[in-house]
């Protein structure tokens, strides 16, 4: 497409123009027309072209072929207006940054120097810049600019490293062309050799610093598509550190020099063009300036990119899975060229022997740090040499160098059924995972080079696989690293400060190369669809067969992957003071080493989801279900004590301790009427306190107690009063009313019609509420709500401010109701997973009365935003509910209600 500017300008203002009868100012509203029209017309041939399916390359350098004819027609006026035009021997326009690349997307900056020979006023020479510059904001057009001699550029290149990169990619537009040569000699023989060894550094160091910004993995949900790892700015950070190394002004001089093979700049190439492509549409669709995947534009870009649903995949999901596949190969390209251009300071570095090239077995030697192959042909003569690679930089503590890595990924094809059955191969990848040091380390190097997923193909079901939600912030292969990496920290102790429990029971594992295999092996499942766990567990004889484990071993890698997810449900969506319950899950273990790794396994797979998912609810909900389980397998016996006998001892002894404050008879009463659960699942001395606050009802109609557990990071709030309609419903209205984050509740009825209700709060952030203010508000509010002095319900729409942002579009699953009538002998367990919305605890609490049901136990859960609450319940008469039909209404109410909740 070429671009003609002229035929957008009246006839009579060309002619005026061309005879010099009137000024750029006097011609600038129809120039303005003119312009307004050439850029409308031809960025809807562009984008129709792009529509069409035009390459990423091609539409990037048409918007830019674009914008030079529009820029050097402009300049072009404006300098014959000022003078005729003789400035043109004194000024250069020069484009800049992408725009000197020759890469805009439909709504990048444009960057513009305006160099001057210094041999007139800097003033004059802005008053060209403002007067074109004006012209271009006036457009809305993002520009950026600067006005520069060229010795100007050689001071500011050598402060600022971000000059620099601008000046590479400088680029003519308009004006003296030899003023610009100059430049360019200038930038190629005193910019690009001043200092290029700290250039590279630095460019090192913010390419760090983008990491730790925008995300240190290439697998982020909602990637940087510009600024994230696998993005267009690792391409362009190992162009310019190779343009300061090797000097050339176009990349297949790389392949002259001998720096790149021709694969490799293909690979780059087609790398920038896909980014483009996906870069462009992404522009297109904001309608702005835009580098985020978020998940809306995912969906969309899935569509334009034309992929489609089948079966339980999205098409999402597999847009996604193959853009991650592409960003590990630029991170792959742009590390490997720039480790090509690192300069090393050997004089930081003076270790004993660094130097030297140590041999370390197996044809591989370390030298300067990094584990080198002089012969690559050891390889391929025996390719058990590609498992040692691994076995052996972890051992010495050292990196691949970058011509291992290359080599590594060239023999991929030598990784067969062959080469996964070798005993050999086998006992040196479980002495990587018996290894004291640094096995996540070497499991994500085996996983970048996709020597992992060859070694162990079943582990190609997750690679890259995307779990399309905001609570995994990783694909899911990246997940599955973290994780063992937080079961490594827990094995060593060096998660000892944050997770000493953890730790304790990890120093009892016998072998952790089981427990690193159950974690590795967990999600396994995941690429097949629905039921991951058993699916992965299905799948665990043969990868075991194959690495030759032991029959015990199997077993028990198997149970792990086929229970992965049971202790995180038991521990958070059930009644833990249920003693059948936890022996139930005690027998389902078999062995207390079997609950170790569980528990450790479970630990490591929550932790690894994201930072904001483990607490310290959690961790103590854990901790709980693994002592109960576990005194029960080393008690051996299975059968529970009368719990009547037991009943008799505990009220015995709590009467003795309140004997002199209350009536014998008095405690005795109130200790008969209160619910078996409550006295079988506390000490003597909480349960004292509880029967205080219940006698205590007799001279006050309700009263309340708040004890803030600050390691454990919520507060305890109980509530004593006499029973009423709704009253639990009433509880959590207040509490959303307040923005109180409930995290558990056990609501305990007395058969003498008092209630005790004790909840587990903390704020929406997970800190513990003090300030007594709040707390007296709170206390106010829950009188006001219990004696009917205010509406609850107005209450709770009074924090639900409408807010005047947009929320941030997220992926939407439908809300789930499950029943269970068999997990709880004496209630109907129902389970809720839902998007979490202000007051929505209260509206579920509030369903359930108005359908007739009584509370005994509630469990909230909030993974970001979605919900699990459980709640166990029983109907007026205090029975489970068996019917189907009222099963029915119960679930399509509680949908229906979540549903319609604004």
């Known amino acids: 497409m070429q671009f003609f500017i002229d035929p957008y300008f009246p006839d009579d ?7 010099g009868m009137a000024g750029f100012e006097e011609k600038r509203p129809l120039y303005f027309s003119g312009c307004k029209n050439f850029l409308g017309n031809y960025r809807e041939e562009i984008k129709k072209l792009h529509e069409a399916g035009a390459s990423g390359n091609e539409v990037t350098h048409l918007i830019c072929d674009m914008m030079d004819e529009l820029n050097n027609k402009l300049f072009q006026s404006i300098l014959y207006d000022v003078d005729g035009g003789s ?6 326009l020069v484009a800049v940054g992408g725009y000197g690349r020759g890469e805009l997307n439909p709504n990048s900056d444009i960057d513009i120097m305006f160099l001057h020979d210094g041999s007139m006023p800097v003033a004059r020479v802005e008053d060209v810049a403002q007067k074109l510059l004006y012209f271009l904001w006036d457009m809305r057009l993002d520009v950026g600019y600067s006005v520069r001699r060229i010795a100007d550029c050689v001071e500011m290149a050598a402060a600022d490293s971000t000059v620099k990169t601008a000046l590479i990619d400088a680029r003519y537009l308009s004006g003296n062309r030899q003023l610009f040569d100059s430049l360019s000699k200038v930038i190629f023989t ?6 290029s060894d700290k250039f590279i550094k630095e460019k090192m160091a913010d390419m760090k610093a983008r990491r730790e910004k925008y995300g240190s993995t290439v697998y982020l949900l909602e990637p940087n598509l510009k600024e994230g790892e696998g993005g267009l700015r690792d391409l362009q950070t190992a162009m310019w550190a190779a343009r300061v190394k090797y000097k050339f002004t176009n990349p297949k001089e790389l392949i002259i020099k001998g720096i790149l093979a021709e694969e490799e700049l293909d690979t780059y190439y087609a790398a920038l063009d896909y980014l483009w492509r996906i870069r462009n549409e992404l522009h297109y669709f904001n309608g702005r300036k835009n580098d985020q995947l978020t998940f809306d534009a995912q969906v969309h870009l899935a569509r334009f990119m034309g992929y489609r649903d089948h ?6 999901e597999d847009f996604m899975r193959d853009y991650y596949r592409h960003a590990n190969r630029v991170e792959h390209f742009a590390s490997s060229l720039v480790s090509r251009c690192i300069w090393r300071d050997e004089g930081a570095l003076k270790i004993l022997g660094y130097f030297v090239r140590r041999p370390v077995g197996d044809g591989c030697f370390v030298l300067k740090g990094e584990l080198i192959i002089p012969d690559e042909t050891v390889v391929e003569k025996n390719p058990v040499v590609l498992m040692r690679i691994f076995e052996l930089a972890q051992k010495h503590g050292v990196a691949l160098n970058v011509r291992v890595k290359a080599l590594v990924r060239k023999n991929l094809h030598l990784v067969n059924d062959k080469f996964r059955r070798n005993r050999d191969v086998n006992q040196s990848f479980l002495a990587i995972l018996r290894s004291p040091k640094d096995v996540a380390g070497t499991l994500r190097s085996m996983h970048h080079l996709e020597f992992l997923n060859h070694y162990i193909p079943e582990l190609e079901h997750i690679y890259c696989k995307v779990q399309h939600d905001i609570y995994h912030i990783y694909t899911v292969d990246i997940h599955t690293l973290f994780a063992v990496e937080e079961a490594e920290k827990m094995l060593t102790g060096q998660s000892k400060e944050v997770l000493p429990f953890p730790c304790e029971v990890a120093s009892q594992i016998g072998k952790r190369e089981l427990l690193l295999l159950a974690v590795l092996f967990h999600d396994i499942g995941k690429g097949e669809g629905g039921g991951h766990a058993e699916k992965g567990a299905a799948m665990i004889p043969t990868i075991a ?14 149970f792990l992957v086929r229970h992965h997810l049971l202790f995180a449900h038991i521990s958070q969506r059930r009644d833990l003071h249920d003693e059948r319950m936890v022996v139930q899950f005690a027998l389902q273990m078999e062995t207390s080493e079997n609950l170790k790794m569980l528990y450790l396994l479970t630990i490591a797979d929550v932790r690894a989801v994201g930072s904001d998912v483990w607490t310290n609810w959690k961790a103590l909900l854990f901790q709980e279900l693994y002592e109960k389980a576990f005194n029960v397998l080393e008690r051996g016996n299975f059968h529970l004590e009368a719990s009547s006998e037991r009943v008799k001892g505990v009220i015995k002894k709590v009467t003795e301790q309140l004997q002199d404050d209350f009536p014998v008879a008095a405690v005795r009463e109130e200790l008969k009427s209160m619910p078996v659960r409550l006295l079988l699942s506390n000490d003597v001395a909480l349960i004292s306190g509880h029967a205080r606050l219940l006698l205590g009802l007799e001279t006050n109609s309700l009263l309340m107690k708040i004890v803030h557990q600050q390691e454990s990071g919520y507060s305890e709030f109980t509530i004593c009063t006499h029973d009423m309609p709704g009253l639990f419903s009433r509880i959590t209205g207040v509490m959303a009313a307040n923005g109180v984050n409930i995290l558990g509740a056990q609501i305990n009825t007395s058969r003498n019609g008092k209630v005790l209700d004790i909840l587990q709060v903390n704020s929406p952030q997970g800190l513990v509420i003090t300030d007594a203010q709040r707390w007296q508000k709170v206390q106010d509010d829950m009188r006001r709500a219990l004696h009917g002095e205010v509406s609850v319900a107005e209450l709770v729409e009074s924090r ?5 942002l947009t929320a941030r579009p997220i992926p939407r699953f439908p809300t ?3 029943i269970d009538n068999e997990v709880s002998e004496d209630y109907t367990v129902i389970d809720i997973y839902t998007h979490d919305k202000v007051g929505l605890l209260y509206l579920i609490t509030s369903t359930l009365t108005h359908l007739g049901l009584y509370i005994g136990v509630s469990k909230i859960s909030t993974k970001v935003d979605q919900v699990a609450d459980v709640f166990y319940v029983r109907d007026i008469f205090g029975q489970k509910i068996v019917f189907d039909e009222k099963l029915e209404e119960i679930t399509s109410r509680l949908i229906r209600a979540i549903d319609e909740w604004i």
């Not at 067969?545 to 198997?558: A, P, V």
């Open 311 to 316: 079966g339980r995949v999205l098409a999402v």
């Open 816 to 818: 789930r109701v499950e």
């Open 800 to 804: 639900q401010r409408p807010s005047l």
């Open 87 to 92: 400035m043109m021997e004194h000024i250069t």
């Open 545 to 558: 067969r194959r690495m030759g484990l032991s029959r015990e071993g199997t077993e028990r890698l198997e």
């Open 13 to 19: 203002i060309r002619a005026v123009g061309d005879a």
């Open 190 to 195: 005193q910019i690009l050799t001043k200092s």
